[in-house]
């Protein structure tokens, strides 16, 4: 069968799911990119084969979690429910990095939270000279990380390590990212199937979701070289908040930088290199 009957199909049995979510699955069991579909043909053992995935999809699990993998700058990531998926959201601030970054690149990264390693991965591929470190409170978090860093790579240049924030962080950064909790509990516009797929750990906070950014805008200090930059996601309706945390600890001009939808959801600053605020431009 053709594959764009197939899908119909399956669309028709299944009302609501996504058809390129659909063809992504279908693609993976048939070995070919997505674009190649119309030249393949659905056997009965392929359709078998898809159907559970299907079943899963319809329950509303993330389709990065079906195939196992997610596509985030120019990487392939290992994921798993331990994880949170790579979003679209990251990959724009992690651009707008890399525009804003003037000069040498960093020497040392920290990665606080790192997750499946999006951030600290994406930043080595960025800066072929840089080393990174990875720091997660999760065993299974980490185990993934570490995945990612021998399939890219990066063993040479990375560790991942476990810890709360900054422990078990060592010696002093040119760059830390940071992609926190910073979700409340009882926020409405979180997704359903992330609420119900993705690792609450990985997602909500106290104090209306700035508990986390908190800390770890209060203790970047220590760890940051002066002069050093810090990026930090954040919902939109928080970047004041964030950009004040920083001005307050030290954090010259924070810039407010912006999803593909053009909503803030982040900022990059500079640690002023006496320690205070100082002029200039990044880094």
């Known amino acids: 069968m053709i594959p764009a009957l197939y899908l119909a199909g399956v669309m028709k049995e299944f009302p609501g799911l996504n058809r390129a979510e659909l063809e992504f699955l279908l693609a993976e069991l ?14 009965d053992e392929v359709s078998q084969a898809m159907m559970p995935l299907v079943v899963r999809l319809a329950a509303g699990e993330p389709l990065a979690y079906i195939l196992g993998y997610a596509d985030f700058m120019d990487l392939r ?11 679209a959201d990251t990959e724009w601030l992690m651009a707008s990095l890399f525009e804003h970054w003037h000069g040498p690149g960093p020497r040392r990264i920290l990665d606080l939270g790192t997750g499946s390693g999006a951030m600290l991965l994406a930043a080595l591929d960025h800066w072929p000279e840089a080393e990174g470190v990875g720091i997660d409170v999760d065993a299974a978090a980490r185990a993934v990380a570490r995945a990612n860093m021998r399939a890219l790579g990066f063993e040479e240049r ?3 390590l476990p810890g709360h924030w900054f422990d078990g962080a060592d010696g002093m950064f040119d760059l830390i990212l940071a992609n926190p909790p910073y979700v409340a509990l009882d926020d409405p516009e979180l997704e359903g199937r992330a609420r119900q797929f993705e690792p609450a ?3 909500f906070a106290d104090d209306a979701g700035m508990a986390d950014i908190r800390h770890i805008i209060d203790q970047s200090p220590q760890y940051l070289r002066p002069g050093g930059c810090m990026l930090v996601e954040c919902g939109h309706r928080q970047v004041a908040d964030l950009v004040t945390l920083m001005e307050d600890r030290g ?3 924070p810039l407010a930088l912006h999803d593909g939808a053009g909503r803030p959801r982040g900022a990059l600053a500079r640690l002023g290199r006496d320690g205070l605020a100082s002029m200039g431009k990044l880094p």
């Open 30 to 43: 048939l070995a070919c990119r997505r674009s190649e579909l119309p030249l393949r043909l659905v056997s």
């Open 251 to 253: 954090f010259e001009e």
């Open 158 to 160: 990375a560790e991942i």
């Open 77 to 87: 990531l290992k994921v798993s429910p331990a994880v949170l998926v790579p979003r």
């Open 201 to 203: 750990l990985a997602l």
